[in-house]
């Protein structure tokens, strides 16, 4: 991907020659007329590099110089500074306000092209590795120059400025002092000179291996000689600082390449500092998942705990049918039997010699007869609601299993309750009628509850059955204070019950949800148009065997 430049200058005639130039090199250029036009232009879009003249209407290249490195989006832009002068005083202001390098106008094109290559190639290495976050120190700067008087006056220079400053006659490329903490590396070079571009071909290399550890500046040769500019440039310095500069050019030169590593090292330090941000965030999302996960397992095992139980309660229940069969069916045919021959008795000594006291009998005789056979009803519906012989699904009368639910709460209904019933469904049902009956019996046991509140045990359970695309749909719902929006979610949990202590387990619910889940069906709760609570079970046809039952 071709590396994007925005030029910044307000001559249309340069700004189409600029642009003609670094188009032809494969750069992809934007232009600006003005400094505030280029602040603007990124907001939008961050380019590579900014080329920007120093003489602009309004804010000069100088200022928008300056406004770009106070940005911490924008401060590590690099910015090649351009002039029509080669006055040493613009090139130092404009250095000075932040830009990281200064070509005139006039200069070779081929000198603009290896400055801004050289520019882009020091910012691609400088954000190639992050470090961690360093205390403040002084800039340490290396100067190495076969001159003793050229050392000591940079020497000079550079203390004067508050940099820490180390000098050597000549430098390998491999010396151990280059993996010290170094800011800036100035190395002597001589036009002409194929050893000293090759030492800085090798400088360059080594401090790539290094992750970019410092700024390399060639220092050597007159204003005018542009082809060792250029072939210092080409050899990796990232600048050239002519030995003819005057001490604030070269002081300035110095200051905006380790500015330029100043920046890098904060770059590395945000990037270091979000990369942490990105790994403590994915530390907490794996926490969040972990802690769902627990929920999760934690749910499944309250449903597995309330499966239990309901399991536990079925097998009492049918010890209980089982219990009550022996031990009153027996006994109730016995009485049943000759409760017969009792009455016919009485009926022939009636006939023979009528009495007050033999009519009495015989209408005692009749109650007897009422009461018992309400007893063999009762045990006859305890029988057909759990219907432990009937465990796998079979061929149910849905009106008949909800009938008998009904039976069975008639104590709990009372006379205050009115049921409304509507069986609108086909009558047949496919399912298991011990867990069909236990939900609906435990839907109408909780509206009858709520019935016995506010309204004084006053009050309508409507059940409806209906046929809806194949399923098969029972409703409830009641006239009571209905669910709460906030617990509407909750109710089906196991152990959870709005009833007070002692009055609910919080099981039934939770048990009629996982029974009709068994069924492959859903179960839901909202208002109903009673006002109260409306239960909506929906039950799927059973599936066929071509379709993997």
Known sequence: MSASVLVVEDSETQALRLRGLLEAEGFSVSCATSGEAALEHLNAHLPDLIVADFHLPGMDGRELSRQIRLNGRTRALPVLMLTGARESDLERQGLESGADAYVAKSADPKVVIVRLKALLRRARAETAAPKASEPFRRA???VAHPSATLRLRLGHLLEHD?????TLERLDPDAAVLDGELDGVIVGVRGGDRDDLAALAALDARRARLGAPFQLL??????????????ALEAGADDVVPASANDEVVRARVRAQLRRKLMADEARRSAGEARAQELALARAEARAAVADDLASANRQLKDAQGQLVQAAKMASLGELVAGI???INNPLAFLLGHQDTVERLIAAAAEESPSPGLDKAKARLASMRVGMKRIQDLVLNLRKFSRLDEGDRHVLDAADSIETVLALLTHKLGDGIEVRRAYAARNTLEGSPALLNQVVMNIVGNAADALEGPSGGRG????????????????VEDSGPGV?????DRIFEPFFTTKPVGAGTG???AIAYNVVRAHGGSIAVDKGDLGGARFTIIIPPPATDGEGR
């Open 140 to 142: 340490r700067v290396l």
């Open 162 to 166: 508050g940099y820490e400053v180390a």
């Open 218 to 231: 060639a220092f050597g040769g007159e204003e005018t000689d542009r082809d060792l500019l250029t072939d």
């Open 325 to 327: 069969a022996h031990e």
């Open 460 to 475: 309508v359970i409507a059940i409806t059955t209906r046929d809806e695309g194949g399923d098969f749909v029972i409703v």
């Open 484 to 488: 709460p929006a906030d617990l509407s």
């Open 507 to 509: 099981l039934g619910l």
